[in-house]
């Protein structure tokens, strides 16, 4: 697949990056898809290459499937065409005309799944939890699905650094990146607006869109989130908090050394199991208390 035309540099996670493709309509829907990684300063080599070209031929309306065999991830269906290498850094993807001008489901369906392939690959390991600030401190916040991450990320208004999703760096010091994508929340947990509705994991979501904060912090604390008559936060041992994290959902289980690091590192700060009722103001006024 050759692919000429025009370019963009991003730094994404801190790695130089550099998306290239071969029409300036996709490239500039995948510059707004991309907006918030955008660097329009010269940079170093890159260490990612995403390559795109525009393929207008019909599609098999066939879902996208998503595989990974070592160090390789492929992606086929609707008329998408993508491969990932990790041992070179290099990606590629047919793009259908469909997700020309819809940056948002070209981020979900191309950009991300090859770009996040290549970057955990390159020691940002993902950890599943949100991650919302209190200060400099972005607090950790992990629980299964349904435990009341994303709700309490919508709370207050507090910046939030990811919804569903950390990658974790610490490879000569702790950094927790996060990326800018909508937050998705029950109906009745979202705030009042006029918010996309999604399906996700099988469950009917809002995507709830929030603006522009930090992308990373310096400092972290593991907060475990559990559920309770009472609201309460209290310390517990790193490796308490470790043993909650330590079954990996699917996908998140393909680093499971590394995830292992990663969380380890994170409690490193301090751990705490909070314990919510159904008011999650209260919750992050608890918070605020303890962390501010």
């Given at each position: 697949?050759?692919?000429?035309?025009?370019?963009?540099?991003?730094?994404?996670?801190?790695?130089?990056?550099l998306?290239?493709?071969d029409?300036?309509?996709?490239?500039?829907?995948?510059?707004?898809?991309?907006?918030?990684?955008?660097?329009?300063?010269?940079?170093?080599?890159?260490?990612?290459?995403?390559?795109?070209?525009?393929?207008?031929?019909?599609?098999?309306?066939v879902?996208?499937?998503?595989?990974?065999?070592?160090?390789?991830?492929?992606?086929?269906?609707?008329?998408?065409?993508?491969?990932?290498?990790?041992?070179?850094?290099?990606?590629r993807?047919?793009?259908?005309a469909r997700?020309?001008?819809?940056?948002?489901m070209l981020?979900d369906?191309?950009i991300d799944?090859?770009?996040?392939?290549?970057?955990?690959?390159?020691?940002?390991?993902?950890?599943?939890?949100?991650?919302?600030?209190?200060?400099?401190?972005?607090?950790?916040?992990?629980?299964?699905?349904?435990?009341?991450?994303s709700?309490?990320?919508?709370a207050?208004?507090?910046?939030?650094?990811?919804?569903?999703?950390?990658?974790?760096?610490?490879?000569?010091?702790?950094?927790?990146?996060g990326i800018?994508?909508?937050?998705?929340?029950?109906?009745?947990d979202?705030?009042?607006?006029?918010?996309?509705t999604?399906?996700?994991?099988?469950?009917?979501?809002?995507?709830?869109?929030?603006?522009?904060?930090?992308?990373?912090?310096?400092?972290?604390?593991?907060?475990?989130?559990?559920?309770g008559d009472?609201?309460?936060?209290?310390?517990i041992?790193?490796?308490?908090a470790?043993?909650?994290?330590?079954?990996?959902?699917?996908?998140?289980?393909l680093?499971?050394?590394?995830?292992?690091?990663?969380?380890?590192?994170?409690?490193?700060?301090?751990?705490?199991?909070?314990?919510?009722?159904?008011?999650?103001?209260?919750?992050?006024?608890?918070?605020?208390?303890?962390?501010?």
């Amino acid at each position: 697949m050759q692919v000429e035309a025009g370019h963009c540099h991003l730094t994404l996670f801190g790695i130089a990056t550099l998306v290239i493709a071969d029409d300036p309509c996709l490239l500039a829907t995948a510059r707004a898809a991309l907006v918030d990684w955008l660097s329009e300063a010269p940079m170093r080599e890159p260490e990612i290459t995403l390559r795109l070209a525009r393929d207008d031929r019909p599609a098999d309306w066939v879902s996208p499937a998503i595989r990974v065999e070592g160090s390789r991830l492929t992606i086929e269906g609707d008329g998408i065409r993508g491969e990932a290498d990790a041992t070179t850094g290099e990606a590629r993807c047919r793009v259908p005309a469909r997700l020309i001008d819809a940056p948002g489901m070209l981020a979900d369906q191309v950009i991300d799944p090859l770009l996040l392939f290549l970057a955990t690959r390159r020691g940002r390991t993902p950890v599943h939890a949100s991650g919302v600030m209190i200060g400099d401190t972005v607090l950790v916040l992990a629980g299964a699905s349904g435990s009341g991450k994303s709700t309490l990320a919508v709370a207050r208004g507090l910046a939030v650094l990811s919804d569903d999703t950390l990658y974790v760096e610490h490879d000569g010091g702790l950094r927790v990146w996060g990326i800018p994508r909508p937050i998705h929340v029950f109906p009745h947990d979202a705030p009042p607006g006029d918010h996309e509705t999604r399906l996700r994991g099988g469950k009917v979501k809002r995507a709830v869109h929030l603006a522009a904060g930090p992308r990373y912090a310096d400092r972290a604390a593991l907060v475990v989130l559990a559920r309770g008559d009472t609201l309460t936060l209290e310390a517990i041992a790193p490796e308490e908090a470790t043993r909650h994290l330590a079954e990996l959902e699917p996908g998140f289980d393909l680093l499971r050394e590394e995830s292992a690091a990663a969380v380890a590192a994170l409690a490193a700060g301090g751990a705490w199991r909070l314990r919510l009722t159904h008011d999650p103001d209260a919750a992050i006024a608890l918070l605020q208390e303890a962390f501010g």
